[in-house]
């Protein structure tokens, strides 16, 4: 075991901007084992460390590569990797796999972080995906966030069933219930309310009421989207695991009518014609 691991759990806890104290009261530990943790003086048994990677604001990623830092096997998924060494998807994998898709289609990880999204989406959304990755810092690639810098609560008219249907499966997900702090969700919740005191009170309480979802390898609920130059276009959205051990996810727009899959298919051929004339 290398000395990796008490460094970045270190840098870990300084960029969530927790105190020493803070760490440990959430973590149900002592500050003097977590300040032994830190510089190298003790070493932790890995429930732990657990405890602390649930407080700390880490991606599933990070937070199972300090865990193999540590010494320990990284939280596993749904089959052992030994034997099935390609059935999760990594975060690379993620774009080449979407762009096969003719729906639009976006990838997520715990903490509601687009990793990426096919060219349909983009059409669909009006956004360019490698542009807005290049300018935005990571956290601001939040779904929430992106939702509301590029106006969208507007376009999607059922909005309240959309922010329900997050926040149950969010709650129905311990672990990621964990990475989505109070804080978190709530600079999220006002970039995507663009400031709107009525819709921030509506979207707390919706988050509030709703139930957790069980947690199953999919789930769905539908989206009504109003497009302002094709009208209103009804979608299926299916969210799949990608990575139960990193907790990446698939969400997948799935048409629902035909007027919905030609006014797509329009919406698609003019995205395609703009890259064009670029």
Same mark, same amino acid.
């Given at each position: 075991?290398?000395?990796?691991?008490?460094?970045?759990?270190?840098?870990?806890?300084?960029?969530? =901007?927790?105190?020493?104290?803070?760490?440990?009261?959430?973590?149900?530990?002592?500050?003097?084992?977590?300040?032994?943790?830190?510089? !190298?003086? %003790?070493?932790?048994?890995?429930?732990? &460390?657990?405890?602390?990677?649930?407080?700390?604001?880490?991606?599933?990623?990070?937070?199972?590569?300090? &865990?193999?830092?540590?010494?320990?096997?990284?939280?596993?998924?749904?089959?052992?990797?030994?034997?099935?060494?390609?059935?999760?998807?990594?975060?690379?994998?993620?774009?080449?796999?979407?762009?096969?898709?003719?729906?639009?289609?976006?990838?997520?990880?715990?903490?509601?972080?687009?990793?990426?999204?096919?060219?349909?989406?983009?059409?669909?959304?009006?956004?360019?995906?490698?542009?807005?990755?290049?300018?935005?810092?990571?956290?601001?690639?939040?779904?929430?966030?992106?939702?509301?810098?590029?106006?969208?609560?507007? %376009?999607?008219?059922?909005?309240?069933?959309?922010?329900?249907?997050?926040?149950?499966?969010?709650?129905?997900?311990?672990?990621?219930?964990?990475?989505?702090?109070?804080?978190?969700? &709530?600079?999220?919740?006002?970039?995507?309310?663009?400031?709107?005191?009525?819709?921030?009170?509506?979207?707390?309480?919706?988050?509030?009421?709703?139930?957790?979802?069980?947690?199953?390898?999919?789930?769905?609920?539908?989206?009504?989207?109003?497009?302002?130059?094709? !009208?209103?276009?009804?979608? =299926?959205?299916?969210?799949?695991?990608?990575?139960?051990?990193?907790? &990446?996810?698939?969400?997948?727009?799935?048409?629902?009518?035909?007027?919905?899959? %030609?006014?797509?298919?329009?919406?698609?051929?003019?995205?395609? %014609?703009?890259?064009?004339?670029?």
């Amino acid at each position: 075991m290398t000395t990796e691991w008490r460094i970045a759990l270190r840098a870990a806890r300084r960029q969530s =901007r927790l105190s020493l104290k803070t760490l440990a009261e959430e973590s149900g530990l002592s500050v003097q084992t977590v300040r032994a943790y830190e510089i !190298g003086r %003790r070493r932790p048994k890995r429930d732990s &460390l657990l405890k602390i990677l649930a407080v700390l604001d880490l991606t599933a990623a990070d937070a199972n590569a300090l &865990l193999e830092q540590a010494g320990f096997a990284p939280e596993s998924g749904l089959y052992p990797t030994h034997e099935f060494p390609e059935y999760a998807f990594q975060v690379h994998e993620l774009q080449r796999f979407l762009d096969k898709r003719p729906w639009p289609a976006i990838a997520t990880d715990d903490a509601i972080r687009v990793l990426a999204a096919n060219r349909p989406m983009q059409a669909l959304w009006r956004f360019d995906f490698n542009s807005e990755q290049r300018r935005r810092a990571p956290d601001d690639m939040n779904l929430f966030r992106i939702i509301g810098d590029l106006k969208m609560l507007d %376009r999607i008219a059922n909005w309240p069933d959309f922010l329900r249907a997050v926040a149950s499966l969010n709650k129905g997900r311990p672990l990621r219930a964990a990475q989505t702090t109070p804080e978190r969700r &709530l600079a999220s919740m006002q970039a995507m309310a663009d400031g709107d005191p009525a819709v921030m009170k509506r979207m707390r309480e919706i988050w509030a009421k709703a139930r957790p979802a069980p947690q199953r390898i999919q789930a769905d609920f539908p989206i009504v989207w109003s497009d302002p130059e094709y !009208g209103e276009m009804h979608f =299926r959205s299916v969210v799949s695991v990608a990575s139960a051990a990193d907790r &990446l996810d698939f969400r997948d727009w799935h048409p629902v009518d035909a007027d919905t899959w %030609r006014a797509l298919e329009a919406l698609k051929a003019g995205s395609k %014609r703009r890259r064009r004339g670029r």
